[in-house]
T-cell receptor
Framework: EAGVTQFPSHSVIEKGQTVTLRCDPI?????LYWYRRVMGKEIKFLLH????????ESGMPNNRFLAERTGGTYSTLKVQPAELEDSGVYFC?????????????FGNGTRLTVT | GIQVEQSPPDLILQEGANSTLRCNFS?????LQWFHQNPWGQLINLFY???GTKQNGRLSATTVATERYSLLYISSSQTTDSGVYFC????????????FGKGTLLTVNP
């Protein structure tokens, strides 16, 4: 089966611009998560979807970040306007069940560089 | 929230050597996973191991949940094993949110 797919793999934008990251989860996985690793620090949780509903967005850093999952399939994460501190690697993950019952499968990540 | 500590923070090995990476966590967990982030940034799932022992080729992992630690063993290391190894847990209080440790940076020299 195809794994979690993220697009683009790399993005370089200027401060103040907008970027949209896309994630396609494994088919049949209702749970979709966004995580990020900035400035070489630990990987941090951003938010969790179950189908199209946001279950937990407590990790979203501020209102410049907007995540959507229309139709409960793929998800997008928009950063508008981007700031320098947003640079890092953004990971998407999906799981069949809540993560305490089944493992999370991560995509290859999107490396975002804000200059 | 739960604290996840990994040791050592950095490790340099010669190809062929064995190593043990440790992950300590501060509370009971429902889920524990080990990941390898390779030099290209990809996050590879190595083990889903909330308890017990598993083996996959040259890698094996053991989690002793009652003592709140997990170990990742790498035998006969290869240069392709280089990268950052992360331990991540889901604690009982938040049954879906993975908390990651800071990782162990492994460098395997030829």
């Amino acid at each position: 089966e195809a794994g979690v797919t993220q697009f683009p793999s790399h993005s370089v934008i200027e401060k103040g611009q907008t970027v949209t990251l896309r994630c396609d989860p494994i088919s049949g996985h209702d749970n979709l998560y966004w995580y990020r690793r900035v400035m070489g620090k630990e990987i941090k949780f951003l938010l969790h979807f179950v189908k199209e509903s946001k279950q937990d967005e407590s990790g979203m850093p501020n209102n410049r970040f907007l995540a959507e999952r229309t139709g409960g399939t793929y998800s997008t994460l928009k950063v508008q306007p981007a700031e320098l501190e947003d640079s890092g690697v953004y990971f998407c993950a999906s799981s069949l069940d809540r993560s305490y019952n089944s493992p999370l499968h991560f995509g290859n990540g999107t490396r975002l560089t804000v200059t | 929230g739960i604290q996840v500590e990994q040791s050592p923070p950095d490790l340099i090995l010669q190809e062929g050597a064995n190593s043990t990476l440790r992950c300590n966590f501060s509370d009971s967990v429902n889920n524990l996973q080990w990941f390898h982030q390779n030099p290209w940034g990809q996050l590879i799932n190595l083990f889903y191991i909330p308890s017990g022992t598993k083996q996959n080729g040259r890698l094996s992992a053991t989690t002793v949940a009652t003592e709140r630690y997990s170990l990742l063993y790498i035998s006969s290391s290869q240069t392709t094993d280089s990268g950052v190894y992360f331990c991540a847990v889901v604690s009982g209080g938040s049954n879906y949110k993975l908390t990651f440790g800071k990782g162990t940076l492994l460098t395997v020299n030829p």
